[in-house]
């Protein structure tokens, strides 16, 4: 055999080292008589398959879970022990094996975390059950109590027991699972799986119809724990004969996966799932780091309408869909604010207004990480000193209450748009769900409208009648915005936009935010991050990528499947880079455009 000296090896791994930048897998390890374990096939199969293994200690410190997540791109949750019931609310049974307490809370908490912050997650056999634990499902301590059914989870007609902890090598297949076609574990194996059909009649008035083919995948199999129910965020995508649940991912759009067979014993049959999720784990690693130099701006939330319920926005308030600490996981880095007045209203809206604007500069200058932002450039300069930056907005021109000193007072103190009314008319225009008080802009709204150009506000016409923004169109001498807006093509709703509206707004160098409220994104059935994309698809199909951008409202109803909060942006930029919009094109949705206008309405400027 040829020997090799250590200078040659270091010549070798030099030359090898530039060509391809491996994403680190972070994996959990068995612990037990102080030393930690890890069965080899985890970390070689994820070499195999393009990753870096790092061996992950058992550690519960919510200082080194966040380091730990920090450094690595994809977490895989290995095999190992029973987990405490006492995490699920239960007592042991007499038939629960071992547990490890070392490893129980370490591996739920940053399962949590990890979910939060969208990395890649596999979990294999005692992994799928902490996916589930972790987040709101249930795990049945021992298989052979569970109740019989005659029916899976996708209502395929379950056989009598088969056995689960087999005897046979570890690498060789005993039983099949069923895969339910369309998921992401069926098109990581379609193309290995046999297809077997099954006959349609039914022998028993009490058995569910079967479906007339399933996907068929020969699996490893010892465990006697089984996921009982997926829980809330996950759903079931593999069964084996006897119903027992074998694999489980996001419904969410994450790229999250749990099986419950051992995969890393199966060599190249079992490659593709390590394939996978190093393949995932490139892409959160590229969202990452466009992350770092990308500028994200969420144009429109109503957050600031919960404050009076005394919300901490510093810390992770499960009331609100916008807080620190979601911005953060979400790498959200600036959101604009608004002061919604809603109609009719007891109290004046103008003090209401600036009671809201209060509350939100007392909260910017009690966090050291958030400051208040008037300009394009200090939302800039806040990104580069690490600091989220909160835009105000007034939506409802109803906080004018008539005067038109108002406007000045208001962009004195730091307001950027205006959306010109809501979801009724006001003495300002006519609203998309109003009356036609005015036929369109009033007398009154041709004044605020100039007033508002003399200042450097932008005009923003989300709510407004189709009259209304045509006239605002014609009378502003700065592009308009529509801050949380989105395609009538698609939705056929009176709030969203025309194509010929889109058209018009183009042409007068203004922009539309796609909004994620689900009735603006889809008629009928649940709105998912995907409409959202079809949206703003389209809108760039119509009006050019230089003139579109996301308003959340986030908070006042708005948010997604996929989207559901600030913690969960970063998915939106997976969907642009997996429809293969460029970095430049990216920077633009993501906030370039909208403060493209916001410039070049303030250096329109005239007031003093």
Not at 71 to 85: Q, V
Request: glycine share 8%; hydrophobic share 35%.
């Amino acid at each position: 055999m040829k020997r090799y000296s250590l200078s040659q090896q270091l010549d070798h791994y030099y030359d090898a080292f530039p060509q391809q930048e491996r994403p680190v897998i972070g994996i959990t390890a068995n612990y037990g008589d102080q030393t930690a374990k890890l069965a080899d096939g985890y970390y070689k199969q994820v070499i195999r398959a393009g990753g870096t293994p790092l061996i992950l200690p058992p550690e519960s410190s919510p200082e080194v879970l966040s380091a730990t997540l920090d450094r690595i791109d994809a977490l895989l949750l290995t095999g190992g022990a029973d987990i405490n019931p006492l995490f699920q609310g239960e007592q042991p049974l007499p038939q629960l094996g071992g547990i490890n307490a070392e490893r129980d809370l370490p591996e739920l908490l940053i399962t949590r975390l990890a979910y939060n912050r969208q990395l890649p997650i596999l979990g294999i056999c005692r992994g799928i059950q902490t996916m589930a634990m972790a987040l709101g499902g249930k795990v049945t301590q021992d298989i052979g109590n569970r109740p019989a059914k005659p029916t899976d989870e996708n209502g395929t007609f379950c056989t009598a027991p088969i056995k689960h902890s087999q005897e046979a090598d570890r690498h060789v297949a005993t039983h099949t699972v069923c895969l339910k076609h369309g998921s992401t574990l069926y098109n990581i194996y379609k193309d290995i799986v046999s297809e077997d059909n099954i006959d349609k009649d039914i022998n028993s008035e009490s058995e569910a119809p079967r479906p007339t083919s399933v996907a068929l995948l020969p699996v490893n199999s010892f465990h006697h724990q089984a996921v009982a129910e997926p829980g809330p965020h996950f759903c079931v995508t593999a069964t084996a004969p006897d119903g027992i649940i074998e694999a489980i991912e996001s419904t969410e759009f994450k790229p999250m996966l749990g099986v419950q067979w051992h995969p890393e014993c199966m060599g190249d049959d079992g490659l593709p799932l390590f394939q996978w999720l190093v393949g995932e784990a490139r892409l959160y690693r590229k969202v990452q780091r466009l992350h770092d130099s990308l500028l994200t701006l969420d144009t429109h939330c109503d957050t600031p309408m919960f404050f009076p319920q005394n919300i901490n926005f510093t810390t992770r308030d499960s009331r609100i869909l916008v807080d620190l600490p979601k911005m953060t996981e979400g790498r959200l880095d600036a959101t604009i604010m608004v002061a919604y007045i809603p109609q009719p209203m007891q109290e004046s809206a103008f003090v209401y207004a600036n009671s809201i604007f209060d509350r939100i500069e007392a909260i910017a200058d009690g966090e050291e990480c958030l400051a208040l932002a008037r300009t394009p450039d200090e939302i800039v300069k806040n990104k580069a000193t690490g600091r989220k930056s909160i835009v105000l907005g007034i939506e409802n021109g109803k906080a004018l209450e008539g005067y038109i000193g108002h406007v000045g007072h208001f962009a004195k103190r730091g307001v950027v748009y205006i959306t010109l009314c809501h979801n009724g008319d006001n003495d300002v225009c006519d609203s998309a769900k109003g009356s036609q008080t005015h036929g369109g802009v009033s007398p009154f709204g041709r004044e605020v409208i100039a007033e508002m150009n003399r200042w450097g506000l932008m005009v923003d016409l989300s709510h407004a009648h189709e009259r209304s923004f045509y006239d605002a169109l014609d009378l502003s001498s700065t592009p308009i915005v529509c801050s949380h807006s989105s395609c009538r093509a698609l939705c056929d709703h009176p709030r969203n936009l025309t194509d010929d509206q889109m058209r018009a707004l183009a042409a007068k160098g203004g922009v539309c935010q796609i909004t994620l409220y689900p009735g603006f994104l889809r008629t009928e059935g649940q709105a998912t991050i995907l409409d959202a994309m079809e949206h703003l698809d389209h809108a760039i199909r119509i009006m050019g990528i230089e003139h579109v951008g996301l308003g959340t409202d986030f908070d006042g109803d708005g948010g997604v499947c996929g989207l559901a909060d600030a913690s969960e942006m970063t998915l939106f930029t997976r969907q642009l880079l997996l429809r293969r919009y460029t970095k430049s094109d990216i920077e633009a949705i993501w906030g370039g455009n909208f403060l493209r206008v916001m410039a070049l309405c303030q250096q329109s400027r005239t007031a003093k």
